[in-house]
């Protein structure tokens, strides 16, 4: 084992990564930082656990919940806006073979950063500032999300307006009621007219914050609207949940964490639906559900959400999809108890997860492809090296895939979804298509064979 600390020649570097394994990610740094890149080795991968599993990592956006899209959607509204077709009804938008595959999985920075390196020479500088200023205000008008209040403020202080927040015809702006009357509404274009100029675009850092103002207007004013129709319960067949859960993720969670013993057998019609040809036939799946349900009610497992999501995103995602499914437990063919059970552990929702690391945690860290966000959560659930052969890791991409072996967890297991299947997960120790379904009947669980 290396010393710790202390200077090592290149010859030493280079004998000690050679003791770390055969393979490794070359992972870039922050803008404007040295080294430009690390280079990191990755866990050795492993197609079974090596006993039974010790915690269960995943990823929210793409695997838990059906985020991803809605992500996607706002990157292409700050491209839309950026280039000033707002009003467009033919723009085409993010080309989904050549974009996608760069703006799923990493942290809301490098996504934004990619829109604006990549459409570089389609930007219009007065669209973008106007859009930006607006985003900003709207963030302290509504004030959804308390940090990205502050992340506001201090963008506005960057723009070089700071001082503009004290004024008196501002601060009415910004109050509960002053965003939508009809003065608020004038008083907002006069500004927008005569200061979103002054917001200096010089540099890639600038019209990276601007891009980021303007993606958390949409996908923030998305999550606001969707919690003004909860609260009023609008939310129905006409206007559905904003977030819903991935396929299998109720079978998935109430198997791992022993909620249904034996009576996990009744929901093979479900999970084999979602895989169509490729499903073991009905017996065989009830069999390996029995078998699971019955071990997993003795042996329970934790498990941990790792996310590039900020608190308040990941709070109204999983609300948003555990109500949803507190709604489907209602018709699987289980016992009444066995339903209550379930229902009442999903009523939890966020506590189902025994550990939680988001973007913005109070820990420093550093987003996926980095391990730091696996690394806390391994952390916190009291997981030591050792065992990290007994821990299970899935994700929908390639960022979260070589964030989970930097990590050391070995089985890190790749869950394609319909705008992530352009990713290269040559990282993935192994590819299962038909998700979470397909994690359970399919290859159960990836418990070590018996």
């Not at 050549?98 to 500088?125: C, F, K, W």
């Not at 929901?267 to 349900?293: H, K």
Request: charged share 25%; net charge negative; aromatic share 8%.
């Amino acid at each position: 084992m290396a010393e710790s600390g202390g200077f090592a020649s290149r010859d030493r570097a280079q004998a000690l990564l050679g003791e770390l394994g055969e393979d490794f990610a070359v992972l870039p740094s922050f803008p404007n930082t040295y080294p430009p890149y690390d280079i990191v080795p990755l866990a050795p991968k492993r197609t079974r656990l090596a006993g039974w599993p010790e915690a269960i990592l995943l990823d929210m956006d793409g695997t838990l919940t059906s985020t991803e899209p809605l992500c996607l959607r706002a990157l292409d509204e700050v491209l839309r806006l950026a280039t000033g077709h707002g009003d467009d009804p033919d723009w085409r938008g993010l080309d989904p073979k050549r974009d996608y595959p760069h703006l799923i999985g990493n942290s809301t920075t490098t996504h934004v950063e990619y829109v604006m390196r990549t459409y570089a020479d389609q930007i219009v500088p007065e669209e973008l500032q106007r859009h930006a200023l607006e985003a900003a205000l709207w963030a302290l008008a509504h004030g959804t999300d308390p940090l990205r209040s502050d992340e506001a403020t201090r963008h506005i202080e960057t723009y070089g307006l700071g001082e503009l927040l004290e004024e008196d015809f501002v601060i009415e702006l910004l109050s509960p009621d002053g965003w939508k009357s009809r003065r608020g509404k004038a008083l907002r274009r006069t500004l927008l007219k005569d200061l979103s100029h002054a917001i200096p675009l010089e540099t890639l850092a600038m019209r990276v914050c601007a891009g980021i103002d303007i993606y958390y207007r949409w996908w923030h004013g998305a999550l606001h609207e969707f919690h003004c129709r909860k609260k009023s319960h609008a939310v129905d067949a006409a206007h559905p949940r904003l977030i819903m859960p991935m396929p299998g993720v109720g079978a998935f969670l109430a198997i791992v964490h022993g909620l249904l013993g034996t009576e996990a057998e009744a929901l093979s019609p479900m999970l084999r639906a979602n895989l169509g040809e490729t499903a073991p036939d009905d017996a065989t799946a009830r069999a390996r559900l029995r078998a699971m349900g019955a071990a997993f009610a003795e042996r329970p497992v934790q498990a941990a959400v790792v996310t590039a999501a900020r608190y308040y995103e990941m709070e109204s995602c999983l609300e948003s999809a555990f109500d949803e499914l507190l709604e489907e437990v209602n018709d699987w063919p289980v016992s009444n108890t066995c339903r209550q059970h379930v229902q009442a552990s999903f009523e939890e929702k966020m506590f189902m997860f025994q550990d939680l690391v988001w973007a913005n945690s109070p820990v420093e860290l550093r987003l996926k492809p980095h391990r730091d966000a696996y690394t806390v959560a391994l952390h916190g659930l009291g997981i030591e090296p050792d065992a990290y052969d007994r821990v299970l890791g899935i994700e929908d991409s390639c960022a979260g895939i070589t964030a989970l072996r930097a990590a050391g967890i070995g089985l890190a297991v790749a869950v394609p979804f319909e705008h992530s299947g352009q990713q290269d997960y040559s990282a993935a120790s192994v590819v299962v298509k038909g998700g979470l379904p397909a994690v359970i009947l399919q290859h159960g669980l990836f418990l070590p064979e018996r």
